[in-house]
Antibody
Framework: QVQLVESGGGVVQPGRSLRLSCAAS????????MHWVRQAPGKGLEWVAV????????YYADSVKGRFTISRDNSKNTLYLQMNSLRAEDTAVYYC?????????????WGQGTTVTVSS | AIRITQSPSSLSASTGDRVTITCRAS??????LAWYQQKPGKARKLLIY???TLESGVPSRFSGSGSGTDFTLTISCLQSEDFATYYC?????????FGQGTKVEIK
């Protein structure tokens, strides 16, 4: 079945970096756009970034632009989120999700999330 | 960014009740709206997309309506497995944005 499994979360100090991974299985990964979405403690969902199926197009939320980089390795069926210059406000559960259709959103399958805590 | 206002933030209902949740977008989004269900410990589940199209496998007691700025999710006959948190999301433009969620609790 279609599955997304995030990893790489943890506790990190402000200003440091972290890379999240999302391992995909059960579908042709290279055909679909992929997203990162986060949810801070007690807050709502915040869309973070999207990457097209071939990696050629990327969009970011203003809150992470210039600090986070989304990428993918279609040969490994894996999505990444490189997070630099982390801030306390980046503390959240990070989810990866796939586009429902070849043409694009909405997201139809989500992972269970990985927790990132930015704290000194 | 397009703001999505979802209401109510929570509601109490009984099995068999009809439940309605609304989302209002700060500008027109055509029918580019999705609804998701979230249960503790489980991955988020897509229920409805394109405002009113039921995702495969989703029970027909769920329905969505609306276009432009005003949208509604209706659960026609609430079942025990429907007690969860529901979110709407616009995907008309980036950044995609979500409503704040509605927690449906047992009365």
């Amino acid at each position: 079945q279609v599955q997304l499994v995030e990893s790489g979360g943890g506790v990190v100090q402000p200003g440091r970096s972290l890379r999240l991974s999302c391992a995909a299985s059960g579908f042709t990964f290279s055909n679909y756009g992929m997203h990162w979405v986060r949810q801070a403690p007690g807050k709502g969902l915040e869309w973070v970034a999207v990457i097209s199926s071939d990696g050629g197009k990327k969009y970011y939320a203003d809150s992470v632009k210039g600090r986070f980089t989304i990428s993918r390795d279609n040969s490994k069926n894996t999505l990444y989120l490189q997070m630099n210059s982390l801030r306390a406000e980046d503390t959240a559960v990070y989810y990866c999700a796939k586009d429902r259709a070849l043409e694009g959103p909405p997201m139809d399958v989500w992972g269970q999330g990985t927790t990132v805590t930015v704290s000194s | 960014a397009i703001r999505i206002t979802q209401s109510p933030s929570s509601l109490s209902a009984s099995t068999g009740d009809r439940v309605t949740i609304t989302c209002r977008a700060s500008q027109g989004i055509s029918s580019y709206l999705a609804w998701y269900q979230q249960k503790p410990g489980k991955a988020r589940k897509l229920l409805i997309y394109a405002a009113s199209t039921l995702e495969s496998g989703v029970p027909s007691r769920f329905s969505g309506s609306g276009s432009g700025t005003d949208f509604t999710l209706t659960i026609s006959c609430l079942q025990s497995e429907d007690f969860a948190t529901y979110y709407c999301q616009q995907y008309y433009s980036y950044p995609q944005t979500f409503g704040q969620g509605t927690k449906v609790e047992i009365k």
